[in-house]
């Protein structure tokens, strides 16, 4: 049992080192990727681009939250906190969501204000530079090795911040595929194209951030993938012939951690002793089982047996 609780510290602070990589690494090429694409739009004359260079400025402004979220997540448990930190995961996503969102509204308020002052003729027609379109084809590539590794990390340490923040990577390239299109269209001739694809990208944009908003609002809510959770529990317990039944199965999410509240059926005939000789099977059986279950609360209940 040492050696096991020594594997899962050694898990969890795996986890917080690759959680913050993530987020260091993303804070330092959104610093340098919104000071190019801000100077580029601006001298290049590209609405899309510029608008795609405040886009990583808000990107650093919340990774820099991000980052103080995920920090303090990975405080050790407390007489306030018996499970943790990790809830501020959750809250971290939340924040995401909502810079997301107001990025996304801004751009497509920005971009449409600019097509329409084109079509109505009182925006000067600028030709872009072609630096402008170079800028914007570097951020795609840095971006898409940007979200693969975060995608990675999410997918290993199943934290929602992360997962948050490869969704955004994810949005930047959309972004800058758009910036990247507008700019092609104007050395075409179709000037309006540079802002409609910034409008287009925009409501991309603020579409993951409901989606994150949604994810983050629901793992705050204990909305847990029951299902999954229940077929294991079933599984570990179905050779332990004293549980006659497992009537109520209620799991809990805290950050990366798992509490289960379950109920069981017994034989009624059995002694209080007995009951939680079972209980404390239960318990160690699912701990042992679930990776990241912290803590399994059981209620055991008398069943009828048929002694004929």
Known sequence: MEIFKADKKTNIKN??????????????????????KVLAGILGHSQGLLADGINSVSDVIYFVVVKIFVR????????????????????????VGAFVITTGAAIFWDSVNSAFDLFMGTAPQLKIRMFALVVALATIISKIFLTLHANRISQKTENLAIKALARDHRNDIFASMGAAIGILL???G???????????????????GLDILREASSDLMDNVPSKE?????????????EIKSIEDIHAHR????LVVNLTIG?????????????????????????????KVYVHYHPVRIDKG
Do not use: C
Request: net charge negative; charged share 25%; proline share 4%.
């Open 15 to 36: 986890r917080q080192r690759d959680a913050e990589l993530v987020v260091n690494i993303g804070l330092f090429f959104n610093a340098i990727l919104a000071f190019v």
């Open 72 to 95: 303090l997540s990975g405080k050790p448990a407390d007489s306030e906190h018996p499970y943790g930190h990790h809830q501020l995961e959750s809250i971290a996503a939340l924040v």
């Open 186 to 188: 104007n050395m075409l």
């Open 190 to 208: 179709i000037a309006w194209g540079d802002p409609v694809a910034g409008s287009v990208v925009a409501l991309i944009v603020a579409k993951t």
């Open 229 to 241: 959770i229940a077929g294991r529990i079933h599984e570990l317990l179905d050779d332990e012939e």
């Open 254 to 257: 805290f950050g990366p951690y």
């Open 266 to 294: 017994i034989d009624g005939d059995l002694s209080v002793t007995d009951g939680d000789k079972i209980a404390d099977t239960v318990e160690n059986k699912l701990i042992s089982g679930l990776e990241m279950l912290r």
